[in-house]
């Protein structure tokens, strides 16, 4: 399975922007999908996941409150609604899945099936 994200672009501060992401292949083999972001310099780190059931959704506290992640289970698709932008989002972000036996989880290893990322960049 494969997943990849879309949607990215140059937003100001306190704008919003909505990523898409797109799943293709075994589907059938994952229980969710979730989100992670790479800052320049940085390692890449959790953002939100979601349960393809729907029943679960976590969250980093860092977007906590200012983003929302979703899902389509008819259309293999997932979305990420990011509100109230902050500079300190700026980064690419990647879409991955996750199987039943890892949910729910915030570590990067529990995740696979990752494609290219999208930029995302929140001016000041």
């Known amino acids: 399975v494969q997943l990849q994200a879309s949607g990215g672009g140059l937003v100001q501060a306190g704008g919003s922007l909505r990523l898409s992401c797109a799943a293709s292949?075994?589907?059938?083999?994952?229980?969710?999908m979730g989100w992670f972001r790479q800052a320049p310099g940085k390692e890449r780190e959790f953002v939100a996941g979601i349960s393809w059931g729907g029943s679960g959704t976590l969250y980093a506290d860092a977007v906590k409150d200012r983003f929302t992640i979703s899902r389509d289970i008819t259309k293999n698709t997932g979305s990420l609604q990011m509100n109230t932008l902050k500079p300190e989002d700026t980064g690419v972000y990647y879409c991955?899945?996750?199987?039943?036996?890892?949910?729910?989880?915030?570590?990067?290893?529990?995740?696979w099936g990752w494609g290219q990322g999208s930029l995302v960049t929140v001016s000041s």
């Open positions: 991955a899945a996750i199987g039943t036996s890892r949910w729910p989880s915030k570590y990067e290893r529990d995740y």
């Open positions: 292949g075994r589907t059938k083999s994952t229980n969710g």
